[in-house]
């Protein structure tokens, strides 16, 4: 229900009784004033970016890696929660990607510690499923693979 249609004054609005349907009322500030980068907003585009990488980086998964969603659902985990699970490992990548330094295999060493100390829930709850700590280094390990080798550095922020 659009504004002008709640609240109606007391003399009927004639414009409203001509059409057959309301118009939703744009105000006077229709225009904002113009400024150097006022259509500069890279922090939108960053999120943007950051939903269309990590959903690409899960189709890769879903795609080319079954062994780990095979791995991780062996002790009864659903997919729904080990593709939850993946999908906040990548996404921590993808924030973190330009705090990470070296090579790929550094890189997961450095994320991987990071990911535990940060996220332990994860890990709590791939122990709950009876997933062994060999199969839980192997699967981090391929996600965060896949999520640095699919994923871009993120631009770092311009401050004016």
């Known amino acids: 229900m659009y504004y002008n249609q709640m609240f109606q004054p007391s003399a009927p609005n004639p414009y409203l009784l001509t059409t057959p349907y309301a118009v939703p009322h744009v105000g006077p500030y229709e225009q904002f004033e113009t400024y150097p980068g006022a259509n500069d907003f890279s922090y939108e585009m960053d999120s943007f970016r950051t939903a269309v990488d990590v959903n690409r980086v899960m189709r890769i998964l879903n795609q080319q890696h079954r062994n780990l969603y095979r791995e ?48 332990p829930w994860i890990f709590d709850i791939m122990r709950i499923y009876n997933v062994s700590p060999a199969s839980q280094n192997r699967i981090v390990d391929g996600v965060l693979r896949v999520a640095f080798r699919n994923l871009r550095p993120v631009a770092m922020p311009r401050y004016y």
Do not use: C, P, W
Not at 86 to 113: C, H, L, P, W
């Open 72 to 119: 991780i659902e062996r002790g009864g985990m659903e997919r729904k929660l080990s593709e939850y699970l993946f999908r906040s490992m990548v996404t921590y990548v993808d924030e973190n990607f330009n705090r990470f330094t070296g090579n790929i295999e550094q890189k997961i060493a450095q994320a991987s510690r990071q990911l535990s100390r940060r996220h």
